[in-house]
Structures are given as C-alpha cells and as structure tokens.
C-alpha cells in the first residue's frame, strides 16, 4: 500500500483521503455571510481506504465522503463529514450530492444506486424509487427547473451490458419513465444534455476494457485498472437526439468531433430547431494515462447539433482551461450566457520526461473562471499563491432577475497551511475580493461535484431522512 501511495498522484497531497469524521460548531468567518444563505453547502469525492488505495486505484473510485458547511442567518453553524453509507457496505456513491424531491442524494454512475442523506448528515440509506433505480443510476442527471422532474442517462459497468437506460423521475421521486437505448461497447456516459424539448445521449470513445477486467478479475491490476475504462480507436464518437420522455425508436444518432467530454455546461433549443450545448472537451482521455484524466488538457467548446443538416459543428470558445462547469440552474435547458468553472491550468498537468505516463501525472486545480458566451470574454479569480478552488457552486439571490445574480460558493484548498475556506463570491463580479471565507477545521480532498442546497429545498429539521 505504501508503494502504490507514493507512485500515485492521486493518493498524495490535498488528493489524499483524510482519515476520519468530523463534527465541529460555529466555524470562524472572514468577511460577512449574506444573510440569505439559509442552507447546506455540500461537495462529495472518493475517499479510499484498505484495498482501495491498492495497485490498480484510480481517482475516480472509493468510498464517498460527503463534506457539510451548515450557513444560517450570517453564520457558519457546522462543519461535518461523513463516509457514505447505504444499505450494503458497496452502496456509497462518491460522485455528486444533490438535492430533489425533498430528498439530499449521493450519486455515482456506472451501477450503483443513490443514497438519501438526512440534512443533518447523520443517517443515511439506498434509495431506488420503489426499485425502478436498483440497476444503477448516473452522477449528472438533469433536473427541470420549472417541473422539477429528474431525467437520467445510465450506464452499467458489464461486459454483458448492451443498452443504456434514460429514466425521468418526477418531483416526488416517482420514476414516470424509462426507455433502453440500445448501445454497443459500453460507453462511459458520465453526462448528458436536456433542452426544454429533448434529450442528447454522449457515446464516446471511452469504453469498457476487456483487458483491465480480466487483470482485475485475476489480481493482477496494473495501474487505474479500478476504473477498467479505457480510450477505444474502434468506438464511435456520437450525439444521439431524442425527444423528452421518448423511446428508442425516436433516437437518432449523428457524428460528433473525436473527443472526450465529461462534463456539459447547458443545451438549449435554437430557433432553426439545432440544439447549442457548451460542453468541456478534451482530445483523448484514458489512452496514455490511467490513473485520472491526464492526457491532456481541456477546452470549452459549442457543439451545434443540427437534426436537419444531420451534422455536429464545433467551436473552441476560450483559451482557458477549464472543468467542473456550473450555470445558474434556472437556466437549465435555455438560453444561456454565463457559466462558472474551475480552472485548470499549463502548469497544472504534471507530465514530465521523469514521470512514467502509465503512473501518470497530476490534475491540479486553479483558479475560478466566469465565462460570458456572447462576447467571449473571461475573467478569473485567483485566490492567492498556493490556493486553488474546484467546482464552483451558483446561487440566485432572492428575487434576482438577471441570470448572474447571486453569488458564487466553493471550497478553496490553501497548500499553505494545508486547510479548507468556503469561499463566497459575487457571481457578477468574480475578479472582487471574496465577500466572506468560512474557515474550516480541515482540508476537503479534492473531489468531483456537490451543490448548494436550501432550507427550502429539503426541509430545516436536522433529523428528517426523506423516504
């Protein structure tokens, strides 16, 4: 285990887990908290411990933990977090925290099903919608900011998997709709797109290896076996388009650029009837790397899919490098015009001549970026020498009309001290000096996704698990 820490970036450094649980009251504030965050701010990653920091650990694989800062009334109530516990001691999903329906919920794709949380953290169990989830579920569903229905692209990690699974949840959590998608290959579908109208389905060239599931299958894993995902020069790179609530028979599938994308901004309906969808893509993922994906860095990009002409176009719309894209989430499925990242950066891919590619590299994080899709323009908040941020979280100010209105919250990592800020923003503003930094008791790893979450959105009681 010591060999395998010490050969893996993603087991060193703010990568690395932190050992236990934590509870800690009334966190000291720099700045002032605006009053109207009355809710949790909540981010989730692997944090492995044992077998699973073995050989074969990649980034994306481990146990969940979920990190908690309770704000109420211009206070910081709370810091905890908690390892992710389901029904069965493999259900602890470590990829997104969000909240519907009533219902906080830990999510990871790839089969395994999502966990309810109680606000206050402390009990937890599976939660499958009445079964209909059981198979599996995704860590990026999509939720309608007007109906409040979930929609969700699955995939399961099989070698006799033949089909994706795109399921719409209501906003009581009722599963209404599930349709198979025949799909060859098992794709990684880490995402998807949703329009006011339809539904875009990513099959990419990153597949199930039959390779690293034989290795892991024999105890021989070599380094990111964990994840068996490998880049696949035979597979396609495809959209397919169908409709809200639709079925097989009403997709159809179109040539998309040669690429990886994990992660999309937001989609909307155009006028002409194309789709515009801004998407984080990167050249290749998996081929040369395998613990992370540290073959190269990303880019912003706008794909027009255009069901008439039967074409994908695309743009590179910034020089920045950039990952973890937010909107404000009333704008999901229209049009938008800012979005919020984390950045990355030329110096944040550690990738030498002394630094074997199959053990591979770093992906650090930088600093935050706002982006303006009408006039290109980007601008950056950098914390300070040795203090990065990850995904940035949007919240609307109450009553707010326009669409950057509110402030922007994420956690800010200082390899300084080796500690934690939840760092507040005015998302109009982001070059401004931080409106407050809540000072945590410990470093958060970096992990993957989370969200602000509301009093309003799951209830003020500490001890209600949602059923």
């Not at 720099?30 to 109207?36: D, I, S």
């Amino acid at each position: 285990m010591a060999t395998a820490t010490r050969d893996n970036p993603f087991l060193q450094g703010n990568f690395a887990p932190v050992p236990d649980e934590l509870t800690v009251a009334d966190l000291p504030v720099t700045g002032t908290l605006p009053p109207e965050l009355n809710g949790r701010f909540l981010r989730i990653g692997p944090n492995p411990v044992g077998p699973e920091t073995g050989a074969g650990h990649h980034w994306f694989i481990g146990r969940g933990m979920v990190h908690g800062v309770r704000l109420r009334e211009g206070r910081a109530e709370w810091y905890r977090n908690r390892f992710v516990r389901g029904d069965a001691p493999e259900d602890s999903p470590n990829t997104n925290v969000l909240a519907q329906g009533g219902r906080l919920l830990a999510l990871v794709e790839g089969g395994g099903a999502p966990v309810a949380i109680a606000p206050d953290l402390d009990r937890m169990r599976t939660w499958d919608s009445d079964g209909a989830l059981r198979s599996g579920f995704t860590a990026h569903p999509k939720i309608d900011p007007v109906t409040g229905e979930m929609h969700a692209v699955n995939y399961l990690i099989d070698p006799g998997s033949e089909h994706l699974r795109y399921v719409v949840v209501d906003a009581a959590g009722r599963t209404t709709h599930t349709a198979e998608l025949p799909v060859p290959g098992v794709p990684m579908v880490h995402d998807m797109a949703m329009t006011a109208t339809r539904v875009v389905v990513l099959d990419l060239p990153v597949t199930l290896s039959a390779a690293a599931v034989g290795r892991l299958a024999a105890g021989t894993p070599r380094a990111g076996d964990a994840l068996p995902m490998r880049w696949d020069d035979a597979h396609p790179s495809r959209v397919g388009v169908l409709p809200r609530g639709g079925t097989a028979d009403q997709l159809r599938w179109f040539e998309a650029p040669r690429c990886y994308v994990f992660h999309v901004l937001n989609a909307y309906d155009a006028p002409d009837g194309s789709i515009v969808m801004d998407v984080v893509r990167y050249d290749t993922v998996f081929r040369d790397s395998f613990r992370g994906p540290m073959d190269g860095l990303p880019s912003l990009a706008r794909w027009t899919v255009s069901p008439h002409r039967g074409t994908v176009s695309e743009q590179i719309m910034s020089d920045h490098a950039v990952e973890w894209p937010r909107i404000n989430q009333e704008w999901t499925g229209r049009s938008h015009r800012y979005g919020w990242f984390g950045g990355v950066g030329p110096e944040s891919l550690r990738l030498s001549d002394d630094v074997d590619r199959d053990r591979g590299g770093s992906f650090e994080p930088g600093p935050l970026v706002k982006f303006d899709t009408e006039t290109g323009r980007a601008s950056a908040h950098h914390f300070g020498a040795g203090r990065v941020t990850q995904e940035p979280a949007f919240v609307a100010r109450p009553s707010a009309a326009a669409e950057d209105d509110g402030w922007i919250l994420s956690v800010v990592h200082d390899g300084n001290t080796d500690r934690s800020e939840l760092v507040v923003l005015d998302a109009a503003d982001v070059t401004a000096a931080p409106l407050a930094r809540v000072h945590l008791p410990r470093r958060v790893p970096f992990g993957f996704h989370g969200n602000w979450v509301s009093d309003a959105e799951i209830g003020a009681r500490p001890s209600v698990l949602p059923g």
